[in-house]
């Protein structure tokens, strides 16, 4: 019996580097997303005060493991108030007012595995679109629903130019089930605010979370797909 042998695929390229003195090349596996580009973005996103109306920056969730800010966005009406969270009816109309009086919540984070640069394309798209001035969809959303955004949790790993791991050298999408303090902050932070999302309902046995949306991209698939659990038709959580 002939025995297993690995194999692996090797690509080899030659460049001329004719260039003109003082400019730069970049290699990249894909199209660059840097982190500068989205503190940048957010930055713009705050300067546009009827935007901040119904956007809310409390903070950074956490300091990733080399001390960075995790940036961390809350978008809903009325979201520098404290009953942002809860439906209000001056904001409906009789025909319109859903039966709920909170808004549940959608988690969304993006980037756990830095070379997958797409997530942050469609983190900033996502973010362009629940933010518009104009879209009745993303004012309806915004009525409805309180939506929290993690658009980079790897923010190490994405500055190191890492495919994959954190600055520990970890998978990240790996460490949910039981993830170390100091080694993997952020994903005890996302935990975290999972855990401690409405305590009101969850003591009344409701789940406040509608969705945890993560943005990924693909080795070997192409295109847009999802992931995600499978309820029958006629189960509670069916969506």
């Known amino acids: 019996m002939t025995k297993y042998r690995p194999f692996f695929h090797q690509m080899s390229f030659t460049y001329d580097f004719d260039y003109m003195e003082g400019e730069e090349t970049y290699f990249a596996h894909s199209f660059p997303y840097t982190f500068t ?3 940048r973005f957010i930055k713009e996103l705050k300067r546009d005060p009827e935007i901040m109306q119904y956007t809310k920056d409390p903070g950074p969730i956490c300091h990733s493991l080399s ?11 009325r979201a520098h108030q ?5 439906i209000d009816p001056d904001e409906h109309s009789k025909e319109s007012l859903p039966e709920d009086k909170s808004k549940r919540t959608v988690i969304l984070t993006a980037r756990v595995h830095p070379g997958e640069t797409n997530a942050s394309f469609m983190m900033e798209g996502f973010i362009n679109f629940i933010t518009n001035k104009t879209d009745p969809m993303a004012i309806e959303l915004r009525k409805r629903l309180v939506f929290k955004i993690l658009p980079c949790v790897n923010p ?3 500055m190191a130019g890492n495919y994959r791991v954190s600055m520990s050298g970890n998978d990240l999408n790996r460490r949910y089930l039981n993830p170390h303090p100091k080694l993997h902050p952020i994903v005890c932070a996302v935990k975290k605010l999972i855990k401690e999302e409405r305590p009101d309902l969850q003591a009344r046995g409701e789940n406040p979370i509608l969705a945890f949306i993560d943005m990924h991209g693909h080795s070997r698939k192409k295109n847009v797909f999802m992931y995600g659990p ?3 038709i006629h189960d509670g ?3």
């Open 237 to 239: 959580k069916y969506i």
């Open 82 to 86: 404290e009953d942002y969270n809860l």
């Open 230 to 232: 499978e309820y029958p």
């Open 37 to 39: 580009r989205l503190s």
């Open 156 to 158: 190490d790993g994405v």
């Open 67 to 77: 001390g960075v800010d995790v940036p961390f966005l809350i978008v809903t009406t």
